[in-house]
């Protein structure tokens, strides 16, 4: 299962998919719910192999449908912004990442790239994580569009663990027409895969919001408190912090920052101090 595993994860990342690794929190609470430790989900080998599988199961059942040209649920994944792109090469550029081509029809092999390069390297979550920001959100389409971040022309979702309405629909859908039913209405599907896109949207705000209820929560007896942190993003009105090794964020309010009066340079996407070119 390693050595197979091996080669679907190599032929994957020739082909230019984006793999982002970005660390997950994990709040850990005690009988009345109040959290009493955070701690940073790893993924081991075993959920590694499970993924290369599931990704090529999935591959392999979208194009076998869209090619039989039936009605059916894909997973589609669109090409990121321009003006949202333009932000992220502006911040790798004088890092020392090149970014080859136009962006207007950018390939993801090229992102993919730099993700690598910057593997061991302190700005690797910096990197990661603004790249990640870039990118659309995925949603189901009864259209075979594409995915972008696993560079790949067919995708679905349908594998264990079942997770979604979608997946359910996908496995009706195979064993409909494995029993020779009839072709489905399309704009039925349709519909269905716009309410499915809206529902994840609202189920994945409600458990960010969830989260970053419990972080708040955890944080609140240690105001006063000094932490090593890292800038996660800056707007014109303050920049977001991330303490160190958990995944609990801040805000620093630009006016709390009494050395220098700050100016928000959304061209470069930093900060820069008026007196002190800080």
Not at 57 to 78: C, G, L, S
Not at 162 to 181: A, E, F, S, W
Request: proline fraction near 4%; charge should be negative.
């Amino acid at each position: 299962m390693k050595e197979v595993a091996e080669i679907l994860n190599k032929k994957r990342k020739r082909r230019g998919a984006i793999d982002f690794d970005t660390n997950e929190a994990v709040i850990h609470v005690n009988d009345e719910g109040t959290p009493i430790d955070i701690s940073l989900r790893t993924r081991g080998e075993s959920e590694h192999f499970i993924e290369e599988f599931m990704l090529c199961a999935n591959e392999t059942i979208a194009e076998h449908f869209k090619w039989m040209e039936v009605p059916f649920i894909y997973r589609i994944h669109e090409d990121p912004k321009q003006k949202k792109l333009q932000q992220f090469v502006n911040i790798a550029r004088p890092l020392g990442y090149k970014i080859h081509g136009s962006l207007d029809h950018i390939k993801p092999r090229e992102l993919a790239k730099v993700v690598e390069q910057s593997v061991g390297k302190p700005e690797h979550p910096v990197i990661s994580t603004l790249l990640l920001r870039c990118m659309q959100k995925a949603r189901y389409d009864a259209q075979c569009l594409g995915h972008f971040g696993l560079a790949d022309e067919f995708y679905t979702h349908f594998t264990s663990p079942i997770r979604r309405y979608p997946d359910m629909m996908v496995h009706r859908l195979l064993t409909h027409y494995l029993d020779k039913g009839k072709n489905e209405d399309k704009n039925r599907w349709e519909e269905l895969c716009k309410h499915s896109s809206n529902r994840e949207h609202l189920a994945t705000e409600a458990e960010r919001s969830s989260i970053k209820y419990k972080l708040a929560e955890f944080m609140q007896d240690k105001v006063g408190q000094e932490f090593e942190g890292t800038v996660s993003g800056i707007t014109e009105w303050g920049m977001y912090v991330e303490i160190e090794p958990t995944k609990v964020e801040g805000m620093v309010m630009l006016r709390e920052i009494k050395e220098d009066f700050f100016i928000y340079d959304e061209k470069n996407f930093c900060l820069v101090g008026k007196a002190t070119r800080k």
